[in-house]
């Protein structure tokens, strides 16, 4: 987090600030620390072993591309990343192969951190598949939307919404795409 956001200072600092450069860096460097499958899994609970393979990673690639979207949006409006500084809780919550790591942030010298839980699953190496920010679950919030649209729908329904999004994001150069290893061709094959 606290490479990502050097990295992010740094290119602002040449200039790179549009939503696409910020998006360039989210994929480059946050990207391959987060566990999409697990997050998509958790998001989804018993549908997800209902999917077919190309299912599964079209929701998959739906949710990274919301996440990087959203994010990468913020992160490019945000001027004063020197105000920004980042400390790990050194307490960490381990359970077997899963653990939750507290950071800190401290925006603008302000006493009072902003704490953001990165839940996190071993296998091979540490991957986070929830961020909890401000008492929010990014894979609850996830998984209310998606629940409430499979109930509207079915998961037909989600997988339509899902294809739309994607088909107006996907490009042969959208970063996030070749990341998650989706091709548009993917999406008429359901």
Known sequence: ?????LALKES??????S?????????????PNLDMTESTKQV????WNELKPQQQLILKSYLAVSLVNNYSAILAAYDDLDGIKITANPKVKRK???AIVKLNIYINGDQKPVVVSLKMMLSNDWHIYDVV???????KNYQASFSSQIKRKGIEGLMAKASKKLRKHTSENCPVCIA???????LAKQ
């Open 133 to 139: 920010f401000s008492g929010v679950s990014l894979v």
């Open 12 to 17: 602002k600092a040449q200039g790179k600030s």
């Open 96 to 98: 077997d192969n899963k």
């Open 19 to 31: 939503v696409e450069d910020v998006e360039l860096l989210i994929v480059e460097r946050l990207l």
């Open 1 to 5: 987090m606290t490479d990502a956001l």
């Open 44 to 47: 989804l609970k018993t549908h």
């Open 180 to 186: 998650m290893n989706f091709k548009k061709s993917m």
